[in-house]
């Protein structure tokens, strides 16, 4: 019996908590920022924390820290209940969850840069290295062009200074990483903000709570403050 107790009451404690995913970095950031002025109380030291779990007990909040690409995957299993994604992201992982909330945060464009010597016109099958595979693949197909998509994790930029590419596909903020490795941007793809995301059980579970954490962040979103 003792037992049953102690995992019950684990159980209830972690039912209580609203479990959020968070990609470590600028959007982590950016979405405290918002969390703040929708008048969630998070403490300072949560800015500078290692740990890849936090919990907030005054809030009923859980926190998981975790690489960009795979808070969807988190959230579509259930282990997060929500999370914050970046558009890039969604769309090359293509998972089961609701998008519910555009926080227009991490503002960037994907594009495709090359060197400036490269041309398209005399390039039967060009190559196109990327992090975001089938994101490329898809825009390249709606463009009507065959390509070969070249998968690659980091640096995606040396990519046509060694001959592995003709072309790539990244994101873009400011320009600086392509013009500082002699690249020129040859076309806008789309534009990317981060995406407040949810799990579609969750969102029946513990909906007053998902839609109230929304309403705030939608207001503050919109240029007002809960504060």
Same mark, same amino acid.
């Given at each position: 019996?003792?037992?049953?107790v102690?995992?019950?009451?684990?159980?209830?404690?972690?039912?209580?908590?609203?479990?959020?995913?968070?990609?470590?970095?600028?959007?982590?950031?950016?979405?405290?920022?918002?969390?703040?002025?929708?008048?969630?109380?998070?403490?300072?030291?949560? #800015?500078?924390?290692?740990?890849?779990?936090? @919990? %907030?007990? /005054?809030?009923?909040?859980?926190? +998981?820290?975790?690489?960009? !690409?795979?808070?969807?995957?988190?959230?579509?299993?259930?282990?997060?209940?929500?999370?914050?994604?970046?558009? #890039?992201?969604?769309?090359?992982?293509?998972? @089961? %969850?609701? /998008?519910?909330l555009?926080?227009? +945060?991490?503002?960037?464009? !994907?594009?495709?840069?090359?060197?400036?010597?490269?041309?398209?016109?005399?390039?039967?099958?060009?190559?196109?290295?990327?992090?975001?595979?089938?994101?490329?693949?898809?825009?390249?197909?709606?463009?009507?062009?065959?390509?070969e998509?070249?998968?690659?994790?980091?640096?995606?930029?040396?990519a046509?200074?060694?001959?592995?590419?003709?072309?790539?596909?990244?994101?873009?903020?400011?320009?600086?990483?392509?013009?500082?490795?002699?690249?020129?941007?040859?076309?806008?793809?789309?534009?990317?903000?981060?995406?407040?995301?949810?799990?579609?059980?969750?969102?029946?579970?513990?909906?007053?709570?998902?839609?109230?954490?929304?309403?705030?962040?939608?207001?503050?979103?919109?240029?007002?403050?809960?504060?």
């Amino acid at each position: 019996m003792d037992e049953r107790v102690n995992e019950n009451t684990t159980e209830n404690n972690t039912d209580r908590f609203l479990t959020i995913a968070m990609p470590k970095g600028r959007i982590f950031d950016e979405a405290l920022g918002l969390l703040r002025r929708a008048g969630y109380d998070l403490p300072p030291e949560f #800015d500078d924390s290692r740990k890849l779990i936090i @919990d %907030v007990e /005054e809030a009923d909040l859980r926190f +998981i820290l975790s690489k960009p !690409m795979d808070v969807p995957t988190y959230v579509e299993h259930g282990v997060a209940d929500a999370g914050v994604a970046g558009k #890039d992201v969604m769309i090359e992982e293509e998972r @089961d %969850v609701y /998008e519910v909330l555009d926080l227009k +945060i991490s503002e960037c464009y !994907m594009a495709v840069a090359a060197l400036p010597s490269y041309d398209a016109k005399t390039d039967i099958a060009p190559k196109i290295a990327t992090k975001y595979p089938n994101l490329a693949a898809g825009y390249f197909r709606e463009q009507g062009e065959q390509v070969e998509i070249i998968k690659l994790n980091g640096s995606i930029e040396l990519a046509p200074l060694i001959g592995l590419a003709d072309r790539i596909v990244d994101i873009v903020s400011t320009g600086r990483t392509l013009k500082e490795n002699g690249l020129v941007e040859t076309e806008t793809m789309m534009p990317i903000t981060s995406r407040f995301i949810v799990n579609p059980v969750s969102y029946r579970m513990k909906a007053d709570r998902i839609d109230e954490m929304v309403e705030r962040l939608e207001q503050v979103v919109e240029g007002g403050s809960m504060r």
